[in-house]
């Protein structure tokens, strides 16, 4: 079970980033 928690963690982490860097990529697109 602490595995899959970390796992969970782990992958809403990495979830954060990628949504983040959309977020930021897209912005960057606007302001162009």
Request: glycine share 4%; proline share 0%.
């Amino acid at each position: 079970a602490k595995k899959g928690a970390v796992d969970n963690t782990y992958q809403a982490v990495v979830w954060k980033k990628l949504w983040l860097n959309l977020k930021n990529l897209t912005s960057f697109n606007l302001v162009k």
